[in-house]
């Protein structure tokens, strides 16, 4: 996969004039048609349809359960209990094909928006597909990890790693099903587990992994959370306390249009629409994302707290129920941002183990450079992500640029993952993977 633009840079940027000219580089280097210029409106909306690959997958999507830890005591208001689900899609014919790990994003199942583009597109490829829903999910936490405190990415990616071996052992007992080779991609947080997964596997060789592909990686994990947990206290004037009105407000200058249309689907194409003509302002639409992130974290509070008895949301005696009314533990939650789990929650666990841990090594531990020497060598791995993604700045920018090289996709436009269904993007994706693009 060619680059857009390649940099080679020798040390981190450092200010606005290294933001500038690394954009100016890239639009004079080719010319994207993303048309979304806004990073929080790309990642808010999306793809236009009529500009996304056209991806129609499995007719019958598989879902698979996992048992990994069968004697857990999972409380009832998990409703999946504790059995692990993954998606298993395979090719039913005599020819051999590449098998795809998908891993989801932070908040996301395996059945999500983005998982599922993206099995959809592998799957008309002529893949087999696992998909794996997010390790920040409350599946995960109850039935997925050794510890119920996700966070720790060497903790999570050993969970991940087993519950792919464990998935792929049903793809083997089916003697109709070839795989001839294994492939691994992620989107977000998920980019970042390939990654990682990437490195385990290459040191215990469960698939030895052809092409690793990370779609909008964080580089440093804890100040990426950081800088999402802001986008709502930067842009409420009462920070969390402040939801409540500003969902009020959206509410009413969307309603009538709604009861206008009598649209019911909300997907990139109305939301495009509607931002034409009632247009939501960037720190608005700056809540929205910060939003939709506090929701993956409070969900993810309120699953390790209950898990591991720990106390910060729910008494450790209180036994709740499938008939209990949450309401307000889910308020409580809404205050803990990613970075306030971080802290409170899983550094005093790892201090448990490791009297001499601090916020500064977890943050290390938390980004890809602490395996920076690893990915720059490993040749089959490769990155795509924009310049106006904001979960990172100009000095990650610049490390994924020494690290990566000509293996480093940049586009100038599409924020966090907005432009993740573009059909350029697509095509490069596919390319990437030796893989067949539908005309």
């Not at 806004?38 to 009529?50: K, L």
């Not at 249009?257 to 997907?267: A, K, R």
């Not at 720990?310 to 409580?332: H, N, W």
Request: proline share 6%.
């Amino acid at each position: 996969m060619k680059p857009i633009v390649s940099l080679p840079i020798k040390r981190p940027f450092n200010g606005i004039v290294c933001a500038l000219a690394l954009i100016m580089s890239i639009s004079l280097a080719h010319a994207y048609d993303y048309p979304l210029k806004n990073p929080y409106f790309a990642t808010v909306v999306g793809t236009p349809v009529d500009l996304e690959y056209p991806a129609n997958g499995p007719n019958y999507p598989g879902v698979e359960k996992l048992s990994l830890f069968p004697k857990r005591k999972v409380p009832p208001i998990f409703w999946h209990g504790n059995t692990h689900r993954v998606g298993i899609d395979t090719q039913r014919n005599s020819k051999a094909a590449p098998l795809i790990f998908i891993l989801s994003g932070t908040g996301s199942s395996f059945e999500a928006g983005k998982t599922r583009f993206l099995r959809d597109v592998f799957y008309d490829a002529g893949f087999h597909i696992i998909s794996l829903s997010s390790t920040t999910t409350d599946e995960f936490i109850t039935s997925g990890s050794n510890s119920s405190l996700p966070g720790f990415v060497p903790d999570d990616v050993a969970d991940i790693y087993e519950i792919m071996q464990r998935a792929y052992a049903i793809v083997e007992e089916d003697k109709d099903i070839k795989v001839n080779d294994f492939y691994l991609t992620g989107f977000s947080m998920g980019a970042m587990h390939a990654a990682f997964l990437a490195e385990l596997d290459s040191r215990h060789h469960a698939f030895d992994f052809s092409k690793t592909m990370m779609i909008n990686p964080p580089v440093r994990l804890y100040d990426s959370a950081q800088r999402i947990d802001q986008l709502i206290e930067d842009n409420l004037p009462d920070g969390i306390n402040s939801v409540g009105a500003f969902a009020e407000k959206i509410f009413n200058r969307y309603a009538p249009i709604f009861n206008q249309t009598g649209e019911l689907e909300i997907d990139s194409e109305f939301l495009f629409a509607l931002q034409q003509k009632t247009p939501v302002s960037e720190e608005e639409l700056k809540v929205v994302i910060g939003l939709a992130f506090r929701l993956a974290s409070s969900s993810m509070v309120f699953a390790a707290d209950v898990m591991t008895h720990s106390g910060k949301i729910v008494l450790p005696t209180e036994q709740l129920t499938s008939g209990d009314t949450l309401t307000g533990y889910f308020k409580q939650s809404l205050y803990w941002g990613f970075t306030d789990y971080f802290d409170r929650m899983l550094l005093p666990y790892l201090r448990q183990r490791d009297n001499t841990a601090t916020l500064e090594q977890l943050k290390h531990q938390l980004s890809l450079e602490s395996i920076g020497d690893f990915l720059k060598h490993s040749e089959n791995i490769s990155a795509v992500t924009n310049v106006d993604d904001f979960i990172l700045n100009e000095e990650e920018l610049g490390f994924l640029s020494t690290t990566l090289g000509d293996r480093l996709t940049l586009h100038p436009y599409g924020g966090h993952g907005g432009n993740i269904s573009y059909r350029e993007n697509i095509e490069q994706l596919l390319r990437f993977f030796d893989a067949p693009i539908t005309p």
